[in-house]
């Protein structure tokens, strides 16, 4: 027999021929024939027909070894190839696959699209290999707790400043939320989460990191210590204040749903922004107010339980939470201190404390006993310096240079 005509035979094959030729020799009957195939009757009408007419070879599928009616032209391979290249080079299969449909008008599967990769030596398999950890359940309801993160990298890479997505995921569902800062601290994690809020609702608990924007680093007094409490920081004490419940992950693993989060959005976000040409930290949040709808749409995934564990509350009482509050004394002529500047207070004060209430959107409040306080800022005000140098008494010069002259 010619090589060409040879073909191999798969284990499904031999089985079927194996139950075809005790059929036809009588000793299984079709029905039986079919509960062993798990084949219709129809079905194993036409194989007994086929196997009778062409023997073993008869089973055997008559595509098999023809390329499919549905292949792809080869001209259509060296244009994806080519734009890949070109536009593409460092994008994964799946994501080059959803912008060559999105932005080429070209319908091919990630599959396929990896194939040629592949053989073009255009990408590469990689392997991952993780430690072992305890698997935890995604929390039932929406909004039951969100994780987040703050992630420093180069999101616009050459073309713009370096900046830090503040980052929200919610454990149920995996719905996104994100913004831009130029800093990770506090001011930044309370405005987006002031932000979040206002889209969804308060969470009843957040599950972030030890950072110390999240957890106060400072040393517990005897006091605290015999009360078994400890210092907040200025996001925990606000969120306490709202009565979401803060946890602390001790170790970047105990938050995996938000750094796989930011592993995608590393790979994903950063192309997009390219594509568009953004360049300027604004450009960059206006374009995720039109991102995440699209992003949550091809990832969220549906809760265990239905309801909505988020609370709505007034944009009003988010502003008087999620400030930075720092205790001041009030100078005898009425004068306030803070962070370099000098305010005059105005109108008649009986407490010699004040709180000063440092809002998301850099105004300041002052407050005593519970009623806001009118202010003006001094701006002619210059900060004393403490000389550290001691001024010598004119007498001891005087002996100093009676001895040197001796």
């Known amino acids: 027999m010619a090589k060409e005509d040879m073909m191999t035979m798969s284990a499904r094959d031999m089985r079927r021929v194996k139950v075809i030729v005790a059929v036809l020799e009588r000793r ?19 194989l007994v027909r086929s196997v009778r007419r062409e023997g073993d070879r008869g089973v055997i599928h008559k595509l098999r070894g023809r390329s499919s009616n549905r292949r792809l032209s080869d001209r259509v391979k060296q244009r994806v190839l080519r734009l890949y290249r070109s536009r593409y080079h460092d994008f994964g299969p799946t994501l080059a696959k959803e912008k ?55 999101w616009l890479e050459e073309r713009g ?36 809020t206002c889209r969804y609702g308060l969470p009843i608990s957040v599950y972030v990191d ?67 040409g953004i360049r300027t930290l604004a450009q960059a949040n206006a374009f995720l107010d039109s991102y995440w709808p699209r992003y949550n749409r091809k990832f969220r995934v549906s809760p265990r339980n239905p309801i909505n564990a988020h609370v709505r509350v007034a944009h009003s009482d988010l502003d008087r939470y999620l400030c930075i ?28 404390t004040v709180w000063v209430h440092e809002h998301t959107d850099g105004s300041l409040k002052i407050i005593a006993q519970g009623k806001n306080i009118a202010y003006r ?17 004119s007498s001891w010069i005087a002996t100093s240079n009676h001895y040197s002259s001796l």
């Open 210 to 276: 030890c950072h110390t924007t999240y957890k106060s680093a400072k040393k517990l007094t005897v006091w605290e210590e015999l009360e078994g409490t400890r210092p907040l920081s200025q996001f925990e004490r606000a969120l306490h204040e709202l009565g979401v419940e803060v946890k602390h992950a001790h170790s970047p693993q105990a938050k995996g749903r938000v750094e796989r989060l930011f592993g995608v959005l590393q790979d994903r976000l950063v192309k997009e922004m390219r594509l568009r």
């Open 377 to 393: 800022q001094i701006t002619d005000f210059t900060p004393k310096r403490r000389s550290h140098q001691r001024s010598i008494p």
């Open 28 to 46: 299984v009957s079709q029905v039986r024939a079919a509960e062993m195939l798990d084949l219709s009757d129809r079905q194993v009408r036409r």
């Open 161 to 196: 400043p370096r900046m830090v997505l503040m980052g929200y995921i919610d454990d149920a569902t995996g719905e996104a939320y994100g913004r831009f800062y130029d800093h990770e601290g506090t001011l930044p994690a309370m405005e987006s989460f002031k932000r979040y």
């Open 325 to 352: 509050k720092s205790e001041r004394t009030v100078a005898k002529d009425h004068t306030l201190a803070h962070h370099g500047r000098l305010f005059q207070l105005q109108g008649t004060i009986t407490t010699r």
């Open 100 to 154: 060559l449909e999105e932005r080429d008008r070209i319908q091919i599967s990630s599959e396929t699209l990896r194939g040629w990769l592949l053989e073009a030596g255009l990408w590469a398999r990689h392997r991952k290999r993780s430690v072992h950890r305890m698997w935890r359940e995604r929390k039932e309801c929406f909004g039951e707790m969100i994780q987040m993160d703050g992630s420093h990298h180069a």
